[in-house]
């Protein structure tokens, strides 16, 4: 999936993009032809030299097909990184020593049923734009072909249309346990560097994005029911099962990171806050003004040691 903030010449920005991207916009209903089977004669060669980000809904797919916990398949199959421009950490596909995908073999994908959402999406990619780069505009979304000078699937006589093609790959339930997620990291990318978030909260939002049963644990902590305005009935149905632990942990980073609605602290908290930043306050001005009274007796100091020089 790629996105862009401004939609004024897309053919000359794909001039210079080096991804092979045709310049041509496609709909639903675009017809393109492409194959790819065992006997292509380039079969696999594209599960080399990738970069792929996994997205939460890739992680908990693959990790549970593979019957490991997140901690293990972050060891054996992830490496950390920063998103696309943005300081929100995530990881990508590890691979191997040769350059390919940990799960691919001469057969195939061994993971194929819970692959990666951009592994799905190959040769079609999907572009969000908003005119002028307003987060309240209405997005022009269209779809493209990837076509790599290697991959042969494009000879094949097999025709489909756009919407037949991500039926077929399973990319609509993909897009829609990716979607929010995929707004936090387009929103924080909006933001820019200059809108700083603290470390805390990046390991809170890797976390999350990673392990839901550590995020599991942290909702269902003491200090979690003390800080945040929830009932425990809502904290049940999240933690009842991962989708849905999924779809939670979207809402609080939503809310932790950028205000939304519906996570709010309690008010008690907020006012135990407002007074801790008060006495905070106070007590760097005590300092302060401490600071200045040590600053200005060492000046006088000073000024009457030189009178007494100039004396002698």
């Given at each position: 999936m790629t ?13 210079t993009n ?48 593979l019957?490991?916990?997140a901690d ?5 199959f ?60 209405v ?30 790959q ?6 829609d346990?990716?979607r ?16 700083q ?17 550590k ?26 099962d ?12 939503a ?19 407002l ?7 106070e007590?760097?001005?005590?300092n ?13 100091e ?7 020089k100039?004396?002698?």
């Open positions: 996105s862009a903030k401004n939609n004024k010449d897309f053919t000359n920005e794909l001039d080096p991804t092979n991207v045709e310049p041509k916009k496609l709909t639903l209903e675009s017809r393109f032809k492409f194959k790819c089977h065992p006997v292509i004669s380039c079969f696999t060669a594209c599960c080399g030299n990738i970069n792929i980000i996994l997205t939460p809904y890739d992680i908990l797919r693959i990790r549970r097909f019957n490991i916990s293990e398949f972050l060891l054996r992830a490496t950390p990184l920063y998103l696309e421009k943005t300081d929100l950490p995530g990881v990508k596909l590890n691979l191997d020593e040769n350059g390919r995908c940990p799960f691919v073999s001469d057969k195939g994908c061994t993971v194929y049923e819970y692959r990666p959402t951009t592994c799905r999406y190959y040769p079609i990619g999907m572009a969000n734009f908003h005119e002028g780069g307003e987060d309240e505009t997005a022009e979304q269209f779809f493209f072909k990837v076509n790599e000078p290697h991959c042969r699937g494009h000879e094949e006589d097999r025709e489909w249309t756009v919407r037949e093609w991500r039926i077929d399973g990319i609509d339930k993909s897009d346990m990716n929010e997620w995929m707004e936090l990291v387009m929103r924080r990318k909006s933001y820019g560097f200059q809108a978030i603290s470390e805390p909260a990046k390991k809170i939002f890797f976390m999350a994005s990673t392990d839901l049963d995020f599991r644990d942290f909702v269902r902590s003491p200090g979690f029911k003390d800080t945040y305005d929830i009932d425990d009935s809502t904290i049940d149905a999240a933690c009842a991962d989708i849905s632990m999924l779809k939670f942990s979207y809402r609080y980073l809310a932790t990171l950028f205000g939304a609605d519906g996570i709010n602290v309690r008010a008690d908290k907020v006012k135990t806050k007074v801790e930043m008060k006495n905070k306050q007590e760097m001005e005590k302060a003004e401490k600071t200045h009274r040590e600053l200005r007796r060492d000046f006088d000073l000024k009457k040691a030189r009178k007494d100039a004396k002698t």
